[in-house]
């Protein structure tokens, strides 16, 4: 059974920074395509990043290019996302999500296959 299980959200002044990560157990690691999304109070989960399974290719949404960065380490099964110049509209849950296609569409909740439980940042101003 696949799990993936973030960790590293919190409360940041902004401008600060926070780096998430996602455990992923139950398969080979290096067979997933990793994604992060998140969601605010009132809105729909929504694209953050995206790495294919070497960590090569990367994609990203445009309010948080060249402020977030996406990456994986398949020795230690974890992807992480690092998290800077955070602004209070960064404040949402986020998840990290695995598919083993890349096939469709990388910014697409819906072509992911499992998710972890969400982990919630909150920037002040």
């Known amino acids: 059974q696949v799990q993936l299980v973030e960790s590293g959200g919190g409360l940041v002044q902004a401008g600060g920074s926070l780096r998430l990560s996602c455990a992923v157990s139950?398969?080979?690691?290096?067979?997933?395509?990793m994604g992060w999304f998140r969601q605010a109070p009132g809105k729909e989960r929504a694209f953050v990043a995206y790495i294919n399974w070497s960590g090569g290719r990367t994609y990203y949404a445009d309010s948080v290019k060249g402020r977030f960065t996406i990456s994986r380490d398949n020795a230690k099964n974890t992807a992480y996302l690092q998290m800077n110049s955070l602004k209070p509209e960064d404040t949402a849950v986020y998840y990290c999500?695995?598919?083993?296609?890349?096939?469709?569409?990388?910014?697409?909740?819906?072509?992911?296959?499992?998710w972890g439980q969400g982990t919630q940042v909150t920037v002040s101003s």
């Open positions: 139950g398969r080979t690691f290096s067979d997933y395509y």
């Open positions: 999500a695995a598919r083993v296609s890349s096939s469709g569409s990388y910014f697409y909740p819906g072509d992911y296959a499992y």
